[in-house]
């Protein structure tokens, strides 16, 4: 059984920044990317970033390019999202989620592509 809990998430004011963790339990060796996503009121699900948990490269939503950094501590199961210069748009409730496959080009920003989601943490940038 698989467990991604979330935790890090808060209030935050224009050009702040705030880290957010997710540390997973269960069976996760087998997982091969982890990452982040984010849903505002009355907007999708939109993919922020991703890792590959082996090798440790990084994928980014262009809007989080050069603003967020993804990273991950192999040895705790946990991987982190480093936000700064943060906007009024990064306003969403965050998820970690997870799956076997690498975060390949064409697919690590797809959500139905991850099985495994945390419960979320709540971003609010003012």
């Known amino acids: 059984h698989v467990q991604l809990v979330e935790s890090g998430g808060g209030s935050v004011q224009t050009g702040g920044s705030l880290r957010l963790s997710c540390t997973a339990s269960?069976?996760?060796?087998?997982?091969?990317?982890m990452g982040w996503f984010r849903q505002a009121p009355g907007k999708e699900r939109e993919a922020v970033a991703a890792?590959?948990?082996?090798?440790?490269?990084?994928r980014y939503a262009e809007s989080v390019k050069g603003r967020f950094t993804i990273s991950r501590d192999h040895a705790k199961n946990t991987v982190y999202l480093q936000m700064n210069s943060l906007k009024p748009d990064d306003t969403a409730v965050y998820y970690c989620?997870?799956?076997?496959?690498?975060?390949?080009?064409?697919?690590?920003?797809?959500?139905?592509?991850?099985?495994?989601w945390g419960q979320g943490t709540q971003v609010t940038v003012s």
């Open positions: 269960g069976t996760t060796g087998s997982f091969g990317c």
């Open positions: 989620a997870a799956r076997l496959e690498k975060p390949y080009r064409d697919s690590w920003d797809r959500s139905q592509d991850y099985p495994f």
């Open positions: 890792i590959d948990v082996s090798t440790g490269a990084t």
